[in-house]
């Protein structure tokens, strides 16, 4: 099966996956208890202003046509208008997502070097003193929260030695570039200690594979081995669990960002729900849930491609 | 001195007392023991023996393609009066492949399966200052050599996409690439089902004569060594303990472990009577025995045989026994007869 047909398939089979979650995510507004209007606009409402909320919200009508509505606000892009912004959901989760997207690609990018490397050395090195080593980092990356991680590289990076911005990612491109550092080497940490000890263990197993034994049999270069035998076929699992964390890293802006003060997706959920600003956080979610989907389509049909023994049916 | 000269232009390869150590845990594994052996141009050369009697480590060791934590304390490989293991690692890729090609048991695992057999196949035309059209030429010939059908769209393919015999043939190609002199064949049929089996021994014997290589077959199954081999060496805990011809070897075996092993094929003759296995377990090659290795399963041991290991005698000529009492043998029949006077 090609990949567009695959990825047509793929597509229609996300539309009942998306519509479960679309319920669901009705489902868990609705079953906070309480009155939403009365939550959302404190205990000093007047019953004008609320009445006059749930008016907005469509509080009053059944839950069935409330469904419809907010199903209907979906597929339309029209997610309703925040509460405390007083703009439509859309419009702020499009100014907000592009530091998430940032973040998550310079992350991407260091979460690479942080791992690639010392994983193949480690491998190559199995029980030697390097391998030793980064097995012990990997372990330290492992069990260590991520915005503890965040909060100490402030300490030293932004606090005493003032190379790096305390928060916020200021106005100017380069400025951004500045301010997404520390954050995406905070996230790159936390999730390269998983990879690391993945690539190691391929490493360890292909390098001692009848095919590696069998390409030097043939009088290949040690770096073409490297390379085309040792390296092609380990970062093929590696590459897969990447993309995979990929999604952790998108949920992972919600802490990072907040750390750091970014003024992204993470940060703008976790604002809205101290908010009760529910229109958003439901638009988040929904986005998420659209972001991971995409992310495990992509993840599906770079495996296939990196690995022919693979099909996609 | 004359002689010495034939001798050596004779012999493509020659090994003498090649010792093998492996280091695992604190605790030395004798692999292999003393080994010495040629191969002549043109000639099949057969190890025989039980898993872990030091066959493979033996064959790898020749081209130095052994696991990192082993050692070779002692002895030397001459290809072409060249000695293997004092090479640098740059004159040591020479050799591999293009002079010493290997090919091993399972194809399904001894090919990359990410890369095309083409890829493959082209990686043995690297440092050659082939063109590419020259490489395409030389690939689907070699394809069709070992009998693949259809050469220009498999070499495309992936081993994957390869039925099990096939799959060897595609390894033989690929190694063959290269236009090694010598072959060294680690179990290639022990992967595949008795009539593929049969097809790739006819296929290594045919494309023996047609290359002018010689082979190193190394396997555990006597009908193979009798289908392919000129000489053979039954080898046991890391010792050889017989060589001889393959004639010899079956009509006269001359090691009591030899003979149990010729004795443990079913035959057809014997319609009644059951298998007959040599009983007991080889030694652990930590804790060999100072004797003879063979000794405790030897139904002739003797205190001589525990407490002295014996050398390998020349009891005829180019038939060597590493035994005591291997005139004890002298009449023993093998699985063949073969017309022949008094000695």
Redesign the interface.
């Known amino acids: 099966m090609d990949v567009f047909n695959y990825t047509l398939k793929r597509i229609l089979q996300m539309i009942p996956v998306f519509l479960i979650v679309t319920v669901l995510i009705f489902l868990l507004i609705r079953a906070i208890p309480g009155d939403p209007a009365m939550v959302m606009l404190g205990e000093k409402a007047t019953p004008e202003s609320l009445a006059a909320l749930r008016e907005k919200l469509g509080l009053n009508e059944s839950y069935i046509k409330q469904f419809f509505l907010y199903f209907k606000g979906i597929v339309t892009f029209d997610l309703g208008d925040s509460i405390k912004f007083n703009t439509p959901v859309s419009t702020l989760i499009f100014s907000r997502v592009g530091t998430t997207i940032c973040l998550t690609i310079m992350s991407t990018f260091f979460t690479v070097i942080f791992s690639f490397i010392p994983g193949y050395i480690a491998g190559i090195n199995k029980d030697k003193i390097p391998d030793q080593i980064v097995r012990l980092i990997a372990l330290i990356g492992l069990s260590v929260p991520s915005f503890w991680i965040g909060l100490v590289l402030l300490i030293i990076f932004a606090v005493n030695i003032k190379i790096f911005p305390v928060a916020g990612w200021g106005n100017t491109p380069w400025e951004h570039f500045v301010g997404l550092i520390l954050p995406s080497i905070t996230q790159a940490i936390a999730v390269s200690a998983v990879l690391i000890r993945n690539l190691r263990n391929n490493v360890v197993d292909i390098k001692?594979?009848?095919?590696v034994?069998?390409?030097?049999?043939?009088?290949?270069?040690?770096l073409?081995i490297s390379t085309?035998?040792i390296i092609?076929?380990a970062l093929?699992p590696t590459t897969t669990l990447l993309s995979l964390k990929l999604i952790a890293m998108f949920g992972g802006s919600i802490v990072i960002e907040n750390v750091f003060n970014l003024p992204g997706i993470g940060n703008l959920l976790v604002n809205s729900i101290y908010a009760r600003d529910y229109a958003v956080v439901q638009g988040i979610v929904v986005m998420f849930v659209v972001v991971v989907m995409v992310i495990n389509l992509l993840t599906d049909i770079i495996y296939s491609i990196?690995?022919?023994?693979v099909k996609l049916s | 001195m004359a002689k010495e000269i034939i001798k050596d232009n004779d012999n493509l390869l020659e090994v003498n007392n090649l010792n093998v150590r492996f280091y695992s845990n604190g605790r030395e594994m004798k692999a292999v023991n003393g080994v010495t052996f040629n191969i002549k141009k043109g000639e099949t050369f057969g190890f025989v023996g039980e898993s872990g009697c030091g066959k493979s480590t033996t064959s790898r060791a020749v081209?130095r393609?052994l696991?990192e934590n082993a050692k070779v304390p002692e002895g030397e490989i001459l290809y072409n009066g060249t000695d293997i293991l004092k090479l640098s690692?740059d004159k040591?890729?020479?050799?591999?492949?293009?002079e010493i090609?290997?090919i091993?048991q399972?194809p399904m695992?001894?090919?990359?399966?990410?890369?095309t057999i083409k890829?493959q196949v082209y990686?043995?035309f690297?440092g050659t200052s082939m063109t590419n059209k020259e490489k395409e030429e030389r690939a689907i010939e070699m394809l069709r050599l070992v009998g693949i059908p259809s050469p220009e769209k498999r070499l495309k393919e992936?081993i994957?996409q390869f039925s099990g015999g096939m799959r060897q043939r595609a390894?033989i190609a690929?190694?063959l690439a290269?236009n090694p002199k010598l072959l060294i064949a680690d179990e290639p049929t022990t992967a595949l089902d008795v009539t593929i089996q049969d097809q790739i021994i006819k296929l290594i014997n045919k494309i023996k004569k047609q290359m002018g290589m010689s082979v190193l077959l190394i396997t555990h199954d006597l009908g193979v060594i009798s289908q392919m081999c000129d000489r053979v060496a039954v080898m046991y805990a890391g010792y050889f303990v017989e060589t001889a011809d393959t004639l010899t070897l079956f009509a006269k075996p001359r090691h009591p472990y030899t003979k149990g092993l010729i004795d443990a094929l079913p035959s057809t003759e014997k319609k009644n009577s059951s298998l007959m296995p040599i009983k007991g377990t080889t030694p652990s090659l930590a804790e060999l025995p100072k004797g003879c290795p063979f000794g405790p399963r030897c139904p002739y041991c003797e205190d001589k045989c525990v407490n002295e290991l014996p050398e390998m005698t020349e009891i005829e000529s180019g038939h060597m026994v590493r035994c005591h009492f291997s005139y004890k043998l002298k009449n023993a029949s093998g699985l063949i007869s073969i017309e022949e006077g008094e000695q």
């Open positions: 001692n594979s009848d095919y034994d069998f390409a030097r049999s043939k009088g290949i270069s040690p073409r085309h035998h092609r076929n093929i990196l690995d022919p023994r | 081209i393609l696991a690692q040591l890729r020479k050799i591999r492949g293009k090609g290997m091993f399972e695992t001894a090919l990359n399966p990410v890369l890829k990686e043995q690297i992936y994957h390894m690929t190694t290269a």
